[in-house]
């Protein structure tokens, strides 16, 4: 059974400062690994996957993945108050069914 | 943007009460879930389909029954509610399952008394 672990729980940065996102897995076989963002009192909306190890950047945010070390990341460069939201990392493997199974999230404050 | 609309926003029951939360998808997607969502425990995965008739046990599936009636619409059943049951509960679907977006509703916060 997938467990995926989120930290830190929470994180207050300022402005334009570079944030680190952390997300650990425990079925080595996972394949599938993404970041949801959801702002208060929204729903949760993607942001990025990756599928393979290594490295993906989309503008301000990259991804990490290594899979030998279960774990992947989310890295916000130059982050705004805009960014401030509870990040939700997911990953799938086959014996969930391939569905997504979710970290308990992290809820970021960016500080004018 | 997919179109996942759930119904009704908020809800509120008794201990024992009988409650259904519809959600309808506009995408043609494969894949609808059902998840619940609890500060401290992120997202959790009550019960998801793959079509029409098909039901899948998810990881949190006790107290709760869904049906998918058609391509466009999943249904989640609480037939004896219970306070343990409050929550905040988010629809989805997909395409694919884990290797596609997930797009997901604006929720229905469910209160149990």
């Known amino acids: 059974q997938q467990n995926v672990q989120q930290s830190p729980e929470s994180l207050i940065v300022p402005e334009g400062a570079r944030t680190s996102l952390n997300c650990t897995f425990s079925d080595s076989a996972s394949q599938y690994f993404w970041w949801y963002r959801q702002h208060s009192g929204k729903a949760p909306k993607a942001l990025m996957s990756i599928f393979s190890n290594g490295e993906k950047e989309e503008g301000r945010f990259t991804i990490h993945l290594n899979k030998a070390s279960l774990h992947f990341s989310l890295h916000i460069r130059d982050s705004q108050p805009s960014d401030s939201a509870l990040y939700l990392c997911?990953?799938?493997?086959?014996?969930?069914?391939?569905?997504?199974?979710f970290g308990s999230g992290t809820q970021l404050t960016v500080m004018p | 943007e997919a179109a996942v609309t759930q119904s009704p926003r908020n809800k509120v029951t008794v201990t024992g009460g009988n409650v259904t939360l519809s959600c309808r998808q506009t995408n043609s997607h494969n894949y609808m879930y059902w998840y619940r969502q609890d500060t401290g425990h992120g997202l959790r995965l009550i019960h998801y389909?793959?079509?029409?008739?098909?039901?899948q046990i998810g990881d949190v599936p006790d107290g709760y029954k869904a049906t998918r009636t058609t391509q466009e619409d999943f249904f989640l059943l609480l037939e004896l509610a219970s306070p343990s049951q409050t929550s905040l509960y988010f629809c989805a679907s997909s395409d694919l399952g884990g290797s596609e977006t997930l797009y997901f509703g604006s929720g229905t916060r469910l209160t149990v008394l």
């Open positions: 389909s793959y079509g029409a008739g098909n039901l």
């Open positions: 997911a990953a799938a493997a086959s014996s969930g069914s391939w569905q997504l199974i």
